[in-house]
Each structure stands twice: as structure tokens, then as C-alpha cells.
């Protein structure tokens, strides 16, 4: 448990913010706290402009951007494919190892155009090139080979349409690999190589290894695997390859444990088992090159605790050190070739780079007093209320302390139900409850930090946030990952309120209780209160990978407006704003559902005439309460908090 307090401090800078934030643990150093107060976002790195993320958003408003949005800083992009490229070259440097490192971007990981792009822009110099897992992705994908070096690796299992696409791709002189996942995909291929095909057709296996990756996707590898093929299954396509008169060029062995690796260990553990079935397989005479690694590559999601959820035990460093160092001592030890390694580190590219910036409409206290100078009628119930707050000041045991007022609020509930309390004395005795168990959690945290723990998103105020968890952070939800949470602003001055965010979805699910912390359990947040007509800004990190492409249409909330901002230091704020891309309306997203403006039109159309008919509309306001209805098909699908209340 992460030390609590609810005492305001002498003092308050915003590098104690900082800390309070844990943003040395999970920024890498993309992210600070600049001195008004903001967060700050340095693309670039260390040495590059710290671009102010209020200034963004606020720049953003201006131009009539509507919040939820995601602000994605494309220069991240470019930063990270450059430190991923020169961290397996320093691994390969240490190690003497003799063979080179080339990347592929998995495009399941954030297939937007622009975001692919980008990292493509930042990859050529390093001939980085891409994966894809399934048929909408291989056809996004080849038209991007620009040159021969780059590779296209396509995992996943594929039907004869894909294995056509892929062998097209390799008639067109590019370095397209598919790679096996069964057995039978190899007939496939083979039924599929033209007769007068004299270049052998090439491939790659993907192999199900022994060792088990570790974390929230430990399933993805390991024997029990739905992917590739056991060493037994292994050896009977290599029979069948070897028996093949088809000229077949075996190149690739690939073997994934699963994304966000907590442990190195079995990052080496993985590559070292690997390694040994590919010196098996080249000294049995099959022309492989190279060895794939898969994904996995973790990012640090939480603030330094490699034991919590999404916790990772290593740097981006020791990663590549770990496939290079084992690769090349099992290959040297066994006399093969070192061969070209590959990974297709997907979340360790994409998550810095975007923030999902959220408006916080409202903060509810729980248990507020009735109206002010309201006076209940005397009841026995307050002379134990009473007794209550004198017990919890005196009393050395405060463990028992929640579960005798939850017995109260039953209590309470039962004398209402009974009629022998009013509605205004069970308002009052309700709000009394909730006062005295902020006074159990008050003076736990003092003296016992379990049971202030556990009582903290009891206590928490309720931040309504203008988002859905489902669609905007879907791991969160479905898996519990818990993601770097923050104010963007009002940092110079210390967060007096502890709070959860509730989102705009009509389900309890939609909720944000669970940050991170040094222990890998906080179930309240450090927020300022709300002023009324000024916004407050939260925003959610690491978001760049999976989130935005995963998350679904719960009550139909859309894709949310997106921001590319790039670093340029003439622009005032050290940036600009390339491109919004909005975020989908009202009609887009029932689109997906199948309701089509024209027929609900059609619909409303038919009600208010009838209404009109009979009197009880004047046909103008009819008229103006279609073209209400008919422009509400234009609306952003989040709400609008600027709208004025008439
Ligand atoms: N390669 C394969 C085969 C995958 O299944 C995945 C995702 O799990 C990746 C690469 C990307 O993994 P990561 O984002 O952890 O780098």
C-alpha cells in the first residue's frame, strides 16, 4: 500500500507533483512538469522542447476541438523507432554478435494510417518494415513495401486469398514471409506456387516453444498455446518440406511469448530454446536466415513496482541484450551462422505517443448534507451516531469500524421502510454515516494503513469524466491494466481531493478506480477541486498502443477527435498542430448498428405530424423540433460541455 494522507503540505513544488505522479516510472522522460504547472511532453527526449500539453489542448479548443481527444505527439513515434534500432545495435556491438537487427511494426498494435506512416518514416534508414495479422491487414499492408529490403511478415492463420496476396507480394521481388501457424498452411502454400515457379517460395515457421511468457498475456505462448506448431509438429513439416520437389525457401523461425513480458529472464529463457531449434534446423541443411522474436517488448505502466500487474523487470537495454547475447551464444556454441534477428515490438513503439485527454464535467461528494438549516426531528438512531464519532476518537481498533456503519446504514434503511424515520431524517443520518467514515479513514491514515486502504474508493469523490472506459481504454476494462493517470494542469498547486473517474456510460463497469502506485494498488487519485467556469483537463498516458483500435461501441460512444502535433521550436509553444482528425458523430457510429438518418427521419417525421394533426403541436414548432432532431445527426457522440444552459 502506497502511503496516504489527506494533510495539506507546508509546501508544494511541481517536482513533489512529479513524484506524486510517478512520472519518472512510467515517462521514460517524455514526460514533466513544467513550471506553470503543466505537464509537459518532450518528444524528442530529454534534450528536446517540452511541449505544454495544456497549451495543446487549449490550442485545440480554439480551433473548435471538442473533448474526449487524443493527442498524439508523431515525433514520439520517431524517437522510439530510433531508440529501438540503436539498442539492439549497441546488444549486437557488446556482444560481438555478426548479424544485423530488422525490426517489423505489428500494425494490430495501431493500424492508423498516419500512425503507421509515420513510423515507417522513422524506420527507413533502418529498413524497418511491417507485420500483419489477418486479411484487411495484409491488404493495408503490401502497397507499403517500397523497397525489397523491407520485410512484410504475416502471422496468423490464413485462408488461400491471403496465401494468393502473399505469394503476389513475392513475385513482386519483396521480402514477404508467411509464417506457418499449422501444418496444413504449408499445403496451402504449396498447392498454391505456380508450376513454372522457379524462385523457391519462401516462409517461416512459427514455433510453440516451452517457456512460458509471464504478465497479463502469459497465454499468447507456451506449449498451450492456440498458436504454431510443437516440435513434433515441427520436425513432420520439415519431412514434408524436404520430400517437396517445389523449391521452398524455409527462411524464418518465429516464436512469440505473449505482449508486455514482465521478466527478462524469459525473454532469454525463450531465445536461447529458439535458438537451439535453429541451429537444428540449419545444420539440417534448410536455408535459414533468420530468427523472429515476436512481440512482448514491455513498457513500464507502473510507477516502478516490476511485481504489479503490468509491471516489467528490464529496459528496452537489456531487452535486446537478452535476444542478441543468447541467439549468438547458442549459434556460436553450435557452429551456425548468426542469423539476421528480427522482433515485431508493437507497444514498445506506439504507447508513449498518444494522451487521451479528458474533461472532468463535475465532481460528486459522496453522503452531501441535506439543505442547509434543515433540522431532522430527534431520533434515537442520531444519539448512536453520536456515540459513533466519540468511538472512532477513542478506540485503538479501527478494522472493525466500516463493517458496524455499513450495520447502520442497514439499519437505517430498515427504520424508513418501517416508517419510524421520515425522508428528511434518513437524508440526515445518511449524510452523518458517510461523515463518519471519512473520520474512520481521517484517522487511519494515521494509524492504520490497511483499513484507510481499503476504505479509499469508498470515500473517494466521484469525478464524472467526459469518456467511455470501453472505448477509450479497453484493458483497463477488460483486464484490468491499470494506466498512468494525471491531472494537465493546476500541478503548482497540491491535489486536495482524492476521487475516482466515472465515465459517460450507463454501465457501473465504465468507471476508473484503480491507478497506479509504488505498491500496485491505489484506488483513489490525487485531483484538485473543480472551479465553477474554469475546465479541468485529466489525461491518460501510454495510450498509443492497442487502446484506441480495440475499444468497442458500448452506448455508442465513437472514436474520439484525434490531434497530431509535431515539435517545431519557431512555432510559438514549440509546436503545431498538423491535423485533426474528427472524431465519429452520431450518424456515423448508428451507421455501424444499421439506423440510417433518411428512415429515422422518416420515423420522427411520422409522430410529429400526427401530433400536429391533432392539435396539440402548432405545425412552426413541429418544424422546428424536426430540424432539431435532424441535426443532431451532426453531434460529436460525447457531450458538450460548452453549450450554454438556457
Ligand atoms: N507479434 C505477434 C505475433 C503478436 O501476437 C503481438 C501481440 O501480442 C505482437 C507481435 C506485438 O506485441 P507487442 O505489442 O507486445 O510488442
Not at 221 to 243: N, P, R, T, W, Y
Not at 431 to 442: P, S, T
Amino acid at each position: 500500500m502506497e502511503p496516504q494522507t489527506l494533510a495539506i503540505p507546508d509546501t508544494w513544488t511541481v517536482q513533489d507533483a512529479e513524484r506524486l505522479y510517478h512520472m519518472d516510472a512510467w515517462g521514460s522522460h517524455y514526460f514533466c512538469v513544467t513550471d506553470t504547472g503543466h505537464v509537459g511532453v518532450k518528444p524528442q527526449g530529454t534534450n528536446g522542447p517540452a511541449i505544454d500539453l495544456h497549451a495543446v489542448v487549449e490550442a485545440l479548443k480554439e480551433r473548435g476541438v471538442r473533448l474526449p481527444a487524443l493527442v498524439r505527439f508523431q515525433d514520439l513515434l520517431h524517437t522510439r523507432v530510433e531508440r529501438l534500432h540503436e539498442a539492439f545495435r549497441r546488444a549486437i556491438a557488446d556482444a560481438g554478435y555478426t548479424a544485423r537487427y530488422q525490426g517489423v511494426f505489428p500494425v494490430k498494435v495501431n493500424q492508423l494510417r498516419e500512425v503507421v506512416e509515420e513510423i515507417l518514416e522513422a524506420g527507413r534508414p533502418f529498413d524497418y518494415g511491417l507485420e500483419c495479422g489477418s486479411k484487411a491487414e495484409l491488404i493495408a499492408t503490401l502497397p507499403y513495401l517500397t523497397d525489397e529490403k523491407m520485410l512484410l511478415i504475416c502471422n496468423g492463420y490464413k485462408d488461400a486469398d491471403m496465401m494468393r496476396l502473399l505469394l503476389a507480394g513475392q513475385r513482386l521481388g519483396r521480402n514477404v514471409i508467411p509464417v506457418i501457424e499449422r501444418v496444413e498452411e504449408l499445403d496451402l502454400l504449396c498447392s498454391l506456387v505456380p508450376d513454372d515457379q522457379t524462385t523457391p517460395a519462401a516462409f517461416g515457421v512459427r514455433v510453440r516453444l516451452s517457456t512460458n511468457g509471464s504478465g497479463l498475456w502469459a497465454e499468447s505462448g507456451g506449449e498451450g498455446s492456440k498458436f504454431g506448431l510443437s516440435l513434433a509438429e515441427l520436425l513432420h513439416l520439415v519431412d514434408q518440406v524436404e520430400a517437396r520437389t517445389q523449391p521452398l525457401d524455409f527462411r524464418l523461425l518465429h516464436f512469440h511469448l505473449g505482449s508486455q513480458l514482465a521478466s527478462v529472464e524469459n525473454v532469454r529463457l525463450a531465445a536461447y530454446e529458439a535458438a537451439r531449434v535453429y541451429a537444428y534446423l540449419y545444420k539440417r541443411g534448410l536455408p535459414l536466415q533468420y530468427i523472429d522474436a515476436g512481440g512482448g517488448l514491455g513498457v513500464t505502466y507502473e510507477a516502478g513496482n516490476t511485481n504489479a500487474r503490468a509491471g516489467i523487470d528490464y529496459t528496452l537495454g537489456q531487452y535486446a541484450a537478452a535476444v542478441v547475447e543468447s541467439i549468438g551464444q547458442v549459434c556460436t556454441d553450435e557452429g551456425v551462422p548468426h542469423p539476421i534477428i528480427i522482433s515485431e515490438s508493437g507497444r514498445a513503439v506506439a504507447a508513449y505517443h498518444s494522451v487521451l485527454v479528458v474533461e472532468a464535467l463535475d465532481r460528486r461528494e459522496k453522503g452531501l448534507p441535506p439543505s442547509q438549516g434543515f433540522h431532522a426531528a430527534a431520533h434515537p438512531l442520531f444519539d448512536m451516531l453520536d456515540a459513533f464519532e466519540q468511538h472512532i476518537a477513542e478506540t485503538d481498533d479501527l478494522s472493525a469500524l466500516p463493517a458496524e456503519l455499513e450495520t447502520l446504514r442497514h439499519e437505517t434503511t430498515a427504520l424508513f421502510r418501517a416508517a419510524q424515520l421520515g425522508v428528511e431524517q434518513k437524508a440526515l443520518a445518511e449524510h452523518r454515516i458517510w461523515e463518519l467514515l471519512r473520520a474512520v479513514h481521517a484517522r487511519a491514515l494515521d494509524v492504520d494503513a490497511s483499513t484507510a486502504h481499503s476504505l479509499s474508493r469508498q470515500v473517494a469523490d466521484h469525478y464524472l469524466c467526459d469518456f467511455s472506459v470501453f472505448r477509450s481504454m479497453v484493458d483497463h476494462w477488460a483486464i484490468g491494466q491499470r494506466f498512468p493517470i494525471m491531472p494537465l494542469h493546476r500541478l503548482d498547486e497540491y491535489p486536495e481531493r482524492r476521487g475516482t473517474l466515472v465515465d459517460l456510460t450507463c454501465d457501473s463497469d465504465g468507471k476508473v478506480a484503480d491507478f497506479i502506485s509504488t505498491t500496485g494498488a491505489k484506488h483513489a487519485l490525487e485531483l484538485h477541486d473543480l472551479r465553477p467556469g474554469q475546465p479541468y483537463y485529466i489525461g491518460v498516458f501510454l495510450m498509443g498502443a492497442y487502446q484506441d483500435i480495440m475499444g468497442d461501441m458500448h452506448n455508442l460512444f465513437g472514436r474520439v477527435t484525434e490531434a497530431h502535433v509535431y515539435v517545431d521550436d519557431e512555432e510559438p509553444g514549440d509546436f503545431y498542430i498538423e491535423k485533426v482528425i474528427d472524431g465519429q458523430t452520431v450518424e456515423d457510429i448508428l451507421g455501424l448498428v444499421q439506423y440510417f438518418p433518411n428512415d429515422l427521419e422518416r420515423r420522427m417525421d411520422k409522430i410529429v405530424r400526427a401530433e400536429v394533426r391533432s392539435g396539440r403541436l402548432r405545425p412552426r414548432e413541429g418544424v422546428q423540433l424536426l430540424d432539431l432532431y435532424r441535426g443532431a445527426f451532426r453531434y460529436y457522440t460525447y457531450l458538450d460541455n460548452e453549450q450554454e444552459i438556457r
